[in-house]
């Protein structure tokens, strides 16, 4: 019992469990969005091996296509010179659905228990990836096949984000979210290395189990999820995080009779005495047009919508642009392009510990977009000079853009969906999680498809077509950053307030 253990001892002992139950929560969320990813990422490193050149490559002797015929080893129906626009179609079945989807996510994940959410999700997912693979041991040539299949992956893969945010967010207060949600973040650029590196064993051979193996990996952490997954801290008699707007001590003292009967999940008879004295009201879920009502909803919308454009740009077409342009097989491309994750690693972490340290994440995104398009600019113009300059190039374009992306999908959609004006109702973080990133998700529907479009005029143009999106997203977060700008004014001016009255006590 409490009262035979020494305070300092008790306070151990509960501390060591919480840490324990957070850091697995949070090792195995980042485990299943890093799956998640892993299974999109197959796509672009593929893309080289499903058109390519074949007039260096020997033709088998029961080959039925013409001695001219450079394109025998290609797979129909990419096999066509508008292969680019077919490519493009096909990512684009996978992003539009995503970003359809992901607005009608939100409202089932705040309904739904997570665990059987993300699990079906996970499962679904993994069988739709592995469907696209199988067209290559099946001989599938149709393009509607292909299409379907990430039509049915792109809405099935709407259930991860908000459930993995909603559950980090209702282990995780305010304190430090940036820096701790900047490391978790990781887990996208570490499904895409991953996703590129298992692609890349076989692209060059039977590509189909490039789709096949991650798309087993990721129906077997799906039922790894469903076996371990805990939502909430009260189920396990955890002590709950602080949110906005909630007093400190209703979370020192659960107990404390002031505090509502529904703030703790209990269990055996503490249920049975608290619901006899009234009915439990749990806080009601919020609706789309309240979530974006929330301020900085809107505006961190729509820039996401812009940077998620560039990185998913960069996500599906770079191997191919380090495959035509530096002229790289496509395994080594594969592999080249996986540096632009590791810089995402380094730029998602650094965004959440400086907007931790300055409390300004509307500021913190702005100064890395700023710096990303001149970034972005050089890297087309003197990235593929030597290997030298396109490692370094990549990494730190990669952190660059992807820093401000992983910020406001991760912190600020945690930040906004526990805002002061929810007055402590956290129902609202699923929805305002999938509010943000299927605003984000148009954005990443569209530039892959642009990034399609444009390219055969020239992918000078497509780095153009990056750089204006990065400076659209900018603008957008003007206001954010002039009203936290005005806010540090403040908090100096009552930091020197303060000086002079200690000076004058003196």
């Known amino acids: 019992m409490r009262s035979s253990l020494a305070p300092g001892v008790w306070f151990f002992r509960a501390f060591s469990r919480d840490s324990w139950f957070r850091g697995s929560i949070l090792l195995l969320t980042f485990l299943i969005y890093t799956c998640y990813h892993m299974s999109r990422k197959p796509i672009s490193v593929v893309k080289s091996r499903l058109h390519q050149n074949c007039s260096e490559q020997i033709k088998p002797i029961n080959d039925t296509h013409s001695l001219n015929d450079t394109m025998w080893c290609s797979w129909a129906p990419f096999d066509k010179d508008n292969y680019k626009e077919l490519l493009a179609g096909v990512d684009n079945a996978f ?35 592995s469907l696209f693979g ?7 040539h149709e393009l509607w096949y292909f299409v379907v299949i990430q039509v049915c992956n792109g809405l099935v893969q709407t259930t991860g984000w908000p459930s993995v945010v909603t559950c980090v967010g209702n282990w995780f207060g305010k304190g430090k979210r940036g820096f701790i949600m900047g490391i978790w973040n990781s887990h996208t650029s570490v499904g895409n290395i991953l996703g590129s590196l298992i692609a890349g064993i076989w692209v060059n ?17 799906g039922i790894i999820t469903f076996l371990f997954l805990i ?22 003292n659960p107990e404390d009779p002031g505090n509502s009967p529904c703030s703790i999940r209990d269990s055996g008879l503490e249920t049975v005495a608290k619901t006899s004295k009234g009915p439990c009201e749990e806080p009601a879920a ?21 940077a998620k454009l560039v990185s998913y ?28 994750d590791v810089g995402g690693i380094i730029g998602g972490i650094m965004a959440g510990l400086i907007s931790d340290y300055t409390n300004g994440r509307a500021t913190t995104c702005c100064v890395m977009l700023i710096l990303a398009a001149p970034m ?66 148009i954005g990443a529907a569209l530039g892959p498809l642009l990034a399609g479009l444009i390219s055969p005029t020239g992918w000078n143009n497509v780095f153009y077509m990056l750089i204006s999106a990065d400076v659209l997203a900018c603008l957008l977060l003007c206001r ?16 020197s307030g303060s000086s002079v009255v200690l000076t004058h006590q003196r």
């Open 231 to 252: 939502e909430h801290p009260e189920d396990v008699d955890c002590s709950p995080p602080q949110h906005h707007g909630e007093p400190a001590e209703n979370q020192d």
């Open 313 to 340: 740009t960069f996500l599906y077409w770079l191997p191919l642009y380090i495959f035509n342009v530096a002229h790289f097989s496509a395994k080594e491309a594969g592999d080249l392009s996986t540096l632009f």
């Open 480 to 495: 954010l950053v002039y009203k936290e700008i005005l806010a540090w004014k403040v908090s100096l001016s009552r930091g």
């Open 134 to 140: 199988l067209g290559y041991f099946w001989n599938i």
């Open 376 to 441: 972005m600019f050089l890297y087309n113009y003197i990235g593929q000079d030597g290997i030298t300059s396109s490692i370094v190039m990549l990494i730190i374009c990669g952190g660059l853009v992807n820093g401000p992306y992983a910020l406001i999908t991760t912190a600020v959609s945690a930040d906004l969906g526990t805002h002061k004006s929810l007055k402590g109702n956290a129902k609202a973080l699923s929805t305002v999680t999938a509010i943000i990133d299927g605003t984000g998700s």
């Open 95 to 129: 992003l539009v659905a995503y970003a359809i989807g992901m607005f009608i996510s939100g409202v089932f994940g705040e309904r739904l228990p997570l665990r059987y959410y993300l699990s079906a999700g996970m499962l679904l997912s993994g069988l739709f990836t």
């Open 286 to 306: 919020i609706d789309f047009f309240g979530a974006l009502r929330i301020p900085g909803v809107v505006e961190f919308s729509l820039c996401l919508l812009f």
């Open 205 to 221: 051979g039977q590509w189909g189990l490039s789709f096949v193996v991650p798309g087993i990996i990721t129906a077997i952490m």
